[in-house]
């Protein structure tokens, strides 16, 4: 299978696989699977489901890896009572000194708002925790959240929207996830040790099953041809050049930094809905973390 091209792709498989074997959720087919709990992976009409209740959560991954791209999964969050669940949006490598790239959607009781904790792995150490609400209920309707992903930066996006950017500053010593393949994944689970109102509030299994739904997941990377040479792999993805497959437009000059109204969207987003930065969590880094000061 050729590279990228994303919707495409998906709407092509989608329209192949319908008029061939008619199954339901062929739409996410081409693109993820069930990698835990297949019985609580949902396929309903148009939507996938992922369900958790007392006896087990659930979660799909990306059929393939990617080195470079933009992963969004449009979800409708769960509605009601969702406190001490987590439903997590996230690219992973793997390996000790793997990268991450996380969205954590943390539950609240009906009618308290959801928060968005953001974090980023890179070279196997995490502890980049950043929590925003939302301005908007994600529990009404589905939204668009996105990772972009390039040699250049990883931003956030919650509608387009950048939320959160982590920018390449490695000629000032500072780490930055590249050269190992990622996967895309989804998965909701019980965490109400940590997730709402730091613990306090319990997940009441009387209103289980708690179900986030997803309209689509939709991946434009370059995919990681595994089993070909490492080096080469990383050569054909990282390089400035367009892909042979196609226009590879995540690692476009444009996609290397911010437009002005993007920077502008960004300082809105975390002057209005930013609650907790760990930049400027002095009592667990006394010494901001180098990202920080860059
Ligand atoms: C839940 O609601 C409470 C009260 O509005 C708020 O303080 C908290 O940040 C919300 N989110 C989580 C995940 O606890
Ligand atoms: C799960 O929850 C249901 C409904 O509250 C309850 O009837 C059942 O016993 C629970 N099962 C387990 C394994 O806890």
Same mark, same amino acid.
């Given at each position: 299978? $050729?590279? =990228? ?8 498989? !989608?329209? &192949? ?5 008619? *199954? ?119 939204? $668009?959240? =996105? ?8 931003? !956030?996006? &919650? ?5 959160? *950017? ?129």
């Amino acid at each position: 299978m $050729a590279d =990228s091209s994303g919707i495409f792709r998906l709407g092509f498989m !989608f329209f &192949v696989a319908f008029l061939v074997t008619g *199954v339901r959720g062929a739409k996410f087919d081409g693109v993820i699977q069930a990698c835990w709990a297949s019985d609580h992976v949902i396929y309903d009409g148009e939507l996938l489901k992922l369900k958790l209740d007392n006896f087990s959560g659930a979660g799909f991954a990306s059929k393939n890896k990617y080195l470079y791209g933009k992963a969004t999964a449009e979800i409708k969050l769960i509605e009601g009572d969702s406190a001490g669940t987590v439903t997590a949006f996230y690219m992973s490598s793997d390996g000790v000194n793997h990268n991450e790239f996380d969205f954590e959607f943390l539950g609240n009781t009906t009618g308290e708002p959801y928060l968005v904790q953001t974090n980023m792995y890179v070279n196997g150490i995490g502890n980049r925790e950043q929590r925003m609400d939302l301005w908007f209920d994600p529990t009404t309707d589905f939204h $668009a959240y =996105s990772v972009l992903w390039n040699p250049r930066q990883v931003v !956030f996006l &919650v509608d387009d929207t950048p939320i959160r *950017v982590y920018a390449n500053h490695e000629d000032s010593g500072i780490v930055f996830p590249r050269d190992q393949p990622m996967g895309v994944y989804s998965s909701i689970w019980n965490a109400d040790d940590w997730a709402t109102q730091g613990g306090r509030v319990k997940t009441d299994w009387s209103h289980a099953p708690f179900v986030a739904a997803y309209r689509e997941v939709r991946i434009d990377g370059c995919e990681w041809r595994a089993g070909e040479d490492w080096a080469a792999e990383i050569k054909r993805c990282s390089g400035s050049e367009w892909g042979k497959e196609g226009r590879y437009w995540w690692k476009e000059k444009e996609m290397e930094a911010l437009s002005v109204h993007q920077s502008h969207q960004l300082m809105w987003a975390r002057a209005k809905h930013l609650v907790y930065d760990y930049c400027a969590d002095a009592s667990r880094f006394p010494e901001p973390p180098a990202e920080c000061k860059a």
